[in-house]
């Protein structure tokens, strides 16, 4: 049972497995279809194992740039690490993630992310750490102050964001692929006052800030409540949520019962350069930014 690139039948194998968990459409077929065609996954390399023609197990790995303080480094971001029921707990994705690392290895690249739907402890006996992550979620008021904003169809923007040591670089293919990669239509709105912006996807009622201009710093916090909030009644949503993403700790007090760490979507992180990494110590402890709309 080897390790490898994914070929196209194996892909479309692989795609079809995971109908059971993360479903496009209720019909599988549907579900096939619209992954195959889906910009996200098309951007990330597939792998997989196979057992006498059967896929036992696969996992995509998509292209990032990472920052730090002393350089970028190219990584790259592990997703839908899948083993079908009946081959589980034979070692499959253990395998196929150590063989994918030091795939990448040999061409230089030596970090990696994910995002942890189970818990981390899995990952973390593979070499990954947990780092900081939050999210916040919360019912709006019934009514507050209207802020006079105008609402574009949703184009690529750079936020910037400055303050972070660490983190994913937006680069220009990014961009347009973090926008194109939504299942839902989007939402950019611009506060007419400040020229501040939100991007937004509206899911039943709930509406999920992808990214804005506003960094979540408390200097900048209460004014990216007022434009999500009254952006959120505008576009008819009763529920706001987001992921903390800031190089200051979250704010603490009454912000307890919103703030949280994730239960899902993880970040966790891994290096193979050894324990001398020096980023290491920093990168558990301080912001990473890696934002909402970048996930995989
Ligand atoms: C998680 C998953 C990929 C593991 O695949 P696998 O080939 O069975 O993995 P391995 O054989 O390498 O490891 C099995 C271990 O995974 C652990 N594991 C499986 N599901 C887990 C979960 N939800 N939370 C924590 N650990 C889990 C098993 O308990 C087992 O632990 P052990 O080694 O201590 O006995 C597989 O269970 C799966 O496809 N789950 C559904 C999709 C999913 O949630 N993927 C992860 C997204 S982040």
New binding site residues.
């Given amino acids: 049972m080897e390790c490898r690139l994914a070929n196209a039948d194996q892909i479309a194998q692989a795609f079809a497995q ?1 109908h059971v ?2 479903p496009h459409d209720p019909d599988p077929a549907l579900h096939l279809e619209k992954r195959l065609a889906s910009k996200q996954h098309q951007r990330a390399s597939w792998f997989v194992i196979e057992d006498a023609g059967t896929v ?2 696969s996992l995509g790995a998509y292209p990032f740039q990472l920052f730090g303080p002393d350089g970028d480094r190219p990584a790259r971001a592990f997703g ?6 009946a ?11 150590s063989w994918v690392c030091e795939h990448y290895a040999e061409m230089g690249t030596l970090d990696f992310i ?6 981390p ?3 973390q ?1 593979l070499g990954f750490q947990t780092l900081p992550s939050y999210e916040w979620a919360w019912d709006l008021p019934r009514s507050g102050p209207r802020v006079d904003m105008t609402v574009f169809p949703a184009r690529p923007l750079d936020p910037e964001l400055p303050g972070f040591r660490y983190g994913i670089r937006r680069q220009t293919a990014d961009a347009i692929w973090v926008q194109e990669k939504q299942n839902s239509p989007l939402r950019l709105s611009r506060c007419l006052a400040t020229g501040n912006w939100l991007l937004s996807r509206q899911d039943h009622g709930t509406y999920t800030l992808l990214e804005s201009s506003l960094t979540q710093s408390a200097s900048d916090w209460p004014e990216l409540l007022r434009l999500m909030e009254s952006d959120a009644r505008q576009a008819g949503c009763h529920r706001v949520k987001g992921w903390w993403v800031s190089h200051e700790p979250r704010p603490e007090a009454s912000w307890e019962n919103v703030f949280k760490p994730r239960s899902q979507e993880i970040l966790m992180w891994s290096s193979l350069r050894g324990a001398g990494d020096p980023w290491r110590a920093d990168i558990g402890q301080h912001g990473f930014r890696a934002l909402l709309s970048e996930h995989v």
Avoid: M, N
Wanted: aromatic fraction near 16%.
């Fill in positions: 995971v968990v993360w036992v197990c839908a690490v899948f083993t079908p029921e081959h589980r707990g034979q070692g499959h994705a253990a395998r196929l993630i994910l995002y942890s739907d189970i818990d402890a899995y990952y006996k």
